[in-house]
């Protein structure tokens, strides 16, 4: 018998044999995320892109503790202890249903949450981590300013000792699942450096009006903070670091999350542009007879799978404690800009179809359009690996 007479078929769906890759637990994972989306986003989501909301956000959210995706990756307090594999493919699955889902989970999970587990008291991860594993109580993570985006350093967001207590006042701005949270994570200067307070939603003064006419991410959350004296007991902040290396270490975490993300948003595209080509005809025949049909076809996954197997070995650099932030830069950069490059080849094989919400094209590349920026933008994840191939700083 011949060597090739044992290889296994080819799978369009999994060119590289990525998921031999996988262990039983890491498909099981990847199995609930993708069924759960099927069953409770994608029959809706295009609704809800069109109409700029996410209705029921409280309810999804309880059904994604259920399954365990809030807070997966981290120990103890209800949370999964999921991989950092596993974590990563459930985020490929959310963000292929769509990218605001997966933000919702990101924020919860890898923002919030994840300052909490790693820079908190005690008490604070009692106090909140078990009721946000469960999706009872919704975080967010206020880092962004109005004028202060890629520059965290100037915030101008500041909390000052007044007796015991701390009395915080700023605005934040773009930040994800604001105006449905119980606890927010917000970040302030002080006269001791820049520090983290655990915010509780109803705290007087507190507010998060929501951000409307959005053109991206419109079946999502999105809202501005707000800080108008608002007094917090002195075991507010976060006692375990000082420094921007709190919420950059947070941002990090979610960024790794996204490398994964952005390979679902172009795996749906590609999916799309690949069952359209074989049924839409054109001159007598599908078009995805035609070489130049086939030629976009196999640079998309080309691109999606080399951006899957960097997710996962990005994944498993985590998974062993070796993942540097310069290398989260690199998948992320990679990454997002790919995926959207598949959308909008994705969208040239569909045609007028390709901007129609029957299709998930459109939606995604908009959507990637605001994960291509936050969180980091181009420019800065450029930046942050000039640095580390130079030795020299250019940001400043």
Request: hydrophobic share 40%.
């Amino acid at each position: 018998m011949s060597a090739s007479s044992k290889l296994p078929p080819f799978d369009p769906a999994d060119p590289l044999g990525i998921d031999d890759l996988l262990e039983p637990e890491d498909l099981a994972v990847r199995s609930t995320v993708r069924a759960w989306a099927a069953d409770r986003v994608l029959p809706y989501v295009a609704e809800w892109y069109e109409n700029g909301e996410l209705p029921g956000i409280r309810e999804l959210a309880r059904e994604l503790g259920e399954i365990g995706a809030l807070g997966m990756s981290l120990e103890g307090y209800g949370c999964a202890g999921a991989s950092a594999v596993q974590y990563g493919l459930a985020c490929l699955e959310l963000e292929a249903a769509d990218s605001g889902i997966r933000s919702l989970v990101s924020v919860q999970g890898s923002l919030a949450m994840y300052a909490i587990h790693r820079f908190g008291s005690e008490e604070q991860k009692q106090t909140w981590l078990p009721r946000m594993a469960s999706g009872e109580v919704i975080g967010c993570f206020g880092l962004t300013e109005p004028d202060h985006g890629s520059d965290p350093g100037s915030m101008r967001t500041y909390a000052k000792r007044d007796g015991s207590d701390w009395v915080l006042n700023g605005r934040k701005m773009w930040i994800t699942n604001g105006s449905v949270s119980g606890v927010a994570v917000v970040w302030a200067q002080t006269d001791e450096g820049i520090r983290g307070f655990v915010v509780p939603a109803d705290s007087a003064g507190f507010s998060a009006p929501e951000i409307k006419h959005k053109l991206s991410l419109r079946a999502s959350v999105t809202s501005e903070l707000v800080m108008d004296d608002v007094r917090l007991p002195a075991d507010a902040v976060l006692p375990e670091v000082v420094g921007l290396k709190g919420p950059l270490s947070c941002l990090s975490h979610a960024r790794y999350g996204i490398v994964w993300g952005a390979m679902g948003a172009a795996r749906s595209c590609f999916e799309a542009a690949v069952d359209y080509a074989k049924t839409r005809e054109q001159f007598g025949r599908p078009i995805g007879g035609f070489q130049l049909t086939q030629a976009k076809l196999a640079d998309m996954a080309l691109e999606l799978h080399k951006g899957i197997l960097l997710a996962h070995h990005l994944g498993r650099r985590m998974d062993a404690g070796r993942l540097r932030p310069e290398q989260v830069s690199f998948g992320k950069l990679n990454n997002v800009r790919e995926a959207i490059d598949i959308c909008r080849t994705s969208r040239t094989i569909l045609g007028a179809n390709g901007i129609s919400l029957e299709y998930p094209v459109m939606r995604h590349a908009t959507n990637l359009e605001s994960v291509l920026t936050y969180e980091g933008t181009v420019e800065m994840h450029q930046l942050v690996l000039g640095k580390a191939l130079t030795g020299l700083d250019a940001f400043r």
